[in-house]
């Protein structure tokens, strides 16, 4: 069989092992040196201009269905739960607790979940919104295993490596949000920064009220694609008299797009976390969907006041 073999970075280094593997089975293999951003980053290109017969995709649970041969195989770590202990200190005032993971650690939730019952504790685990498939999971896109419980709990507990998911899952809710890192061997409560981003979300709309032209960018990522709305966007935009252009490519070079120094702001319809995690990459403000609106609004009712008076 002719393969194509996909790894996300931090998984990169174990690619020539397993492909070595699967050619002692008889197989031709390739390996992706593509940067991979997640599940939602297949490879499909590299696979068709191959013409492989499937692509194996490494460290991620299943994204959406694609009109390609994929297999997926996640990636379990088994994380020392020695700081779970530790954890009761810091939930002591909390009875309900809702506990979410990443599919590297899906396999120790139910070990989780039975040791804070153990210790007088309730514990939810909710549902992911779609984009992820497995109660209790996250993903950068998919905060839905926390947000769906959020108005039931008294606070989140996030067990894994990195900030990066359990991030976005605190953006998403109100309740109180505790971090255990395994690895790192850190415990800490992240809610300071729900205000930290919320004032960079405010600064951004307020940075581009005067702005009056556009780039609205749109991967072709196959499961960040989203030229539907990006076309929407751009006639609410020029609704209001002002300019607006869709800024395609599959991998952004934020670098390349300060070159575009026509535009004033930038909107974004790929991963939602580009608009989170990249917005210091770029000069101008780069917005989400909702960010846009606000502007727009704002910008029309100051537009009003003005001309009232």
Do not use: W
């Not at 994380?79 to 009875?95: D, I, R, V």
């Not at 919104?129 to 108005?151: E, R, T, V, W």
């Not at 020029?238 to 490519?249: H, N, P, Q, R, Y």
């Not at 930038?266 to 989400?288: G, Q, W, Y």
């Amino acid at each position: 069989m002719r393969i194509l073999i996909q790894f996300p970075e931090g998984l990169k280094q174990k690619a020539l092992d397993h492909a070595k593997a699967l050619e002692k089975d008889g197989n031709e293999v390739f390996i992706s040196a593509s940067p991979n951003f997640g599940a939602c980053d297949l490879a499909l290109d590299e696979a068709r201009n191959l013409n492989v017969d499937k692509l194996i995709h490494y460290g991620h649970a299943e994204f959406n269905k694609v009109d390609f041969n994929v297999e997926y195989i996640p990636y379990e770590i088994d994380a020392p739960l020695a700081l779970l202990p530790n954890s009761l200190e810091y939930l002591k005032e909390f009875h309900t607790i809702g506990i979410v993971t990443t599919v590297q650690h899906l396999h120790q939730l139910d070990e989780i979940k039975k040791f804070y019952e153990q210790n007088g504790k309730q514990v939810l685990i909710g549902k992911p919104y779609g984009f992820a498939k497995h109660p209790g999971q996250i993903l950068g896109c998919d905060i839905g295993s926390s947000a769906s419980i959020d108005s039931k709990v008294d606070a989140h507990v996030y067990f894994g490596g990195g900030i990066f998911h359990p991030l976005g899952a605190l953006l998403a809710t109100k309740k109180p949000f505790l971090v255990i890192e395994p690895f790192d061997n850190k415990i800490e409560f992240i809610d300071k920064l729900r205000r930290q981003y919320e004032k960079r979300s405010n600064g951004k709309v307020m940075a581009s009220l005067n702005a009056k032209n556009f780039g609205i960018l749109v991967t072709t990522k196959n499961g960040q694609h989203n030229l539907r709305l990006a076309e929407l966007l751009k006639k609410r935009i020029e609704a209001e008299g002002l300019k607006a252009a869709i800024l395609v490519s599959n991998t952004f070079d934020f670098e390349s797009i300060n070159n575009m120094m026509e535009f004033d702001a930038f909107v974004n319809t790929a991963c939602p976390r580009i608009a989170i995690d990249d917005v210091d990459r770029l000069r101008k403000p780069l917005l989400s969907a909702n960010e846009l609106m606000r502007a727009l609004s704002m910008k029309k009712e100051l537009s009003e006041l003005r001309e009232s008076h």
